[in-house]
Each structure stands twice: as C-alpha cells, then as structure tokens.
C-alpha cells in the first residue's frame, strides 16, 4: 500500500487534489462568531437532555490537531464541557 | 417565463466572460431571447469578447443613473440582432456606482424583454459580486482545474449558498485531456468531488478560443470542441438531458489513426 502510495502521489495531478481537499477543510471550517455561538447553544441543548453541565464554564473553539491518516494539521472542533450530574431518566 | 444567470468564479482570468458570450450566443442560436450584461464595472470587457466595442454609446451606469432609457443602452448582436442584446458597463467608473438594489431594478426590466438574462460577473467577493449575484435565479461557477481557482470557486459557491440563489451549476473549464491522462492535472470528477456541486458541462483548453476572441465572435456551435462543449451546456441550461462531450473525439491519437485508415480505406474503393 505504501509502495502503491508512493508512486500515485507521484504526479502532480494527485498532489494538487490532496493539497485542495487539506485547505478546503480549513477554509470552510473558518465560520463566523455567530456561527460559533449557534453551535455551542446546540450542544448545550443536547447534551443537556441526559446530563446537568456548566454552561457558565463551557469552553468551545476550533482548533487545529494532527490527523491520523499523517497528513498534518487538520482543523478539529474542541469542546470543553464540565459536567454537574448525570440525570438518571436519561 | 424569463431565467436570471450569473456567470462567476471569484478569480480573475479562468473564463467568465468568454462563457458568458459563449452562452448567450447559444442560448440565442436556439432561439430564445437573451440580454447579456457586464457588471464589471471599471474593467469593460464583454463587448470586445462579442465584437461589438464600436457600437456602445449608453452603458449600465448611465441606466441606474436614469441618464438615458433602457432601451437606449442595448446592444444589438451582429448576427442575432433583437434576439441577442448587449448591456455594457461603464469603463471609468467603480463599483460603487451602483448597489444591489438598483442591480435588482435593472434586472427586473430586462426580465419583462428577455428569456435570459445573463449577468457577467466581475472577479472577487467585494461589492461588484454582491451587486451581480444580487437580483440572479441561479448561478453558474467557473473554475479551471487547477488549485488557486478552485480554492476561490468553493469560497463563491459558500457565499452562494449563503444568498438566495436557487440553484448553482459549475463549469470545468480549460480541460486538457493530455494532461490529465499522464496525472498532472485533476480531472473533471476530482473537481467535482472536491467542491461538491452539479456539474453543467466541462470546456476543453482549445485555441480556437483565443482565435475566436481575437476576432470578436463568440465559436458556440462552430465543429471546435469548445465550440461544441458550449453548445452542450446551454441545451443543459434549457433542461435538456445531453451526455457530456468527449474531448477525444477527432482530436486524439486514436481518432486520428482511425480517421487516416478511413480515409485510406475509402480511396481504395
């Protein structure tokens, strides 16, 4: 697989799709405070159904990490959320 | 029922207005009704595309600012007269001429004349794009199959998606099947796969483009592939269901061998 991946990412064609698809990635993931903010409201609102958190001390942002697939920097979205109590209906 | 296009790509240089005149003259050589419109403001450049630089005497500008009547401002085609109508755009002025809401006036007149109205976007994301993308139906992006374009393409069909435009179509244009068969240039799919939209038609990289600009005369419907490829896309803008273009044809080795023993094979009897 390795050897079959060394002589595919050969030509350029392949490098220029990979080297896209890594940037498209970060492009798109660069959303908008309000974008943000949505998406933590939501987490809350799901989380919330089986468990009690902290909303005050919820901590979420995009940031980058190592993929596993080792090709570098990869955005990923980390969220921090300290949880009260389970709730036992749940 | 009239159908309002926006021909765009956000970088400069990838084709928007070759498809522009390319499309509409087609569209027109099928018969329908079409106003072509350069919102490039500053940076004039359809009308020399559709040869008709010598004939412009109002433009958009002078439109919006009530100096003058539509009707006054549009250009009639060469070859299609009535049924293939230019709007040019101001050449010494900014974009800031005009907004969006008098882009979306304007475009409702032209609707009440037209059965296409087909907007030539200028490059960018700034107030020029938001004034095209203002009053369109749909969209059609360009893009070549290189990085840097399609990097911008997926940032317009973002702001796209964003808008209220109804539907958006992409062009893969300046294809060279060459090089994609040796791998060094993306193909259609890897294009498609990647900014995740319908595709409308790809456009093979062929001279007779620059042929056909140089000249002023927009090559839609003439035996060139380009020519050809356009054609096919604006029967798919009509809603017609035509397979996409082999770019082989005639023009690989393969056909050409073939061709030679046709034509050999015919002499013999």
Not at chain 1, 84 to 90: D, E, G, L, P, S
Not at chain 2, 195 to 204: K, Y
Request: charge should be negative; glycine fraction near 8%.
């Amino acid at each position: 697989m390795a050897l079959f991946d060394f002589f595919k990412k050969k030509n350029s064609g392949n490098i220029a799709r990979d080297r896209l698809k890594l940037v498209l990635v970060s492009d798109r993931a660069d959303c908008s405070q309000d974008v943000m903010e949505r998406i933590k409201n939501e987490i809350i609102e799901v989380i919330s159904k089986y468990m009690e958190i902290d909303t005050d001390g919820l901590d979420i942002q995009l940031t980058t990490t190592e993929s596993d697939g080792g090709n570098g920097e990869v955005p990923a979205l980390f969220a921090n959320i300290p949880i009260r109590q389970m709730k036992h209906n749940a | 029922m009239s159908e309002v296009i926006v021909i765009t790509s956000g970088k400069g240089g990838v084709g928007k207005t070759t498809s522009t005149a390319n499309l509409g003259t087609g569209l027109a050589m099928l018969g329908k009704k079409v106003v072509l419109v350069d919102t490039d403001i500053g940076l004039r450049n359809l009308d020399v595309v559709m040869g008709l630089e010598n004939r412009i005497v109002y433009n958009l500008v002078d439109v919006v600012e009530g100096n003058c009547k539509l009707k006054q401002a549009l250009i009639k085609s060469k070859a299609y007269q009535d049924n293939l109508c230019l709007l040019a755009t101001a050449q010494t002025r900014d974009k800031s001429a005009v907004n969006p809401d008098q882009m979306k006036k304007l475009i409702e007149e032209l609707r009440k004349e037209f059965d296409y109205v087909i907007l030539d976007c200028p490059a960018g994301i700034e107030q020029g794009f938001q004034n095209a993308i203002a009053g369109a139906d749909r969209a059609i992006v360009i893009t070549t199959p290189e990085v840097s374009a399609i990097r911008d393409a997926d940032r317009i069909i973002g702001l796209l998606e964003a808008s209220e435009i109804g539907q958006i179509d992409l062009v893969v244009n300046r294809v060279r099947t060459d090089m994609v068969k040796r791998g060094d240039m993306m193909t259609i799919e890897d294009v498609v796969d990647i900014l995740s939209v319908h595709l409308i038609g790809a456009v093979p990289d062929d001279e007779q483009i620059v042929v056909s600009t140089n000249k002023g005369e927009p090559l839609v419907g003439t035996s060139s592939m380009a020519g050809k490829a356009f054609m096919n896309i604006c029967h798919r803008i009509l809603g017609e269901d035509v397979p996409l273009l082999d770019f082989e044809e005639g023009g690989g080795f393969w056909a050409k061998l073939k061709g030679f023993f046709g034509k050999s094979s015919q002499k013999g009897a």
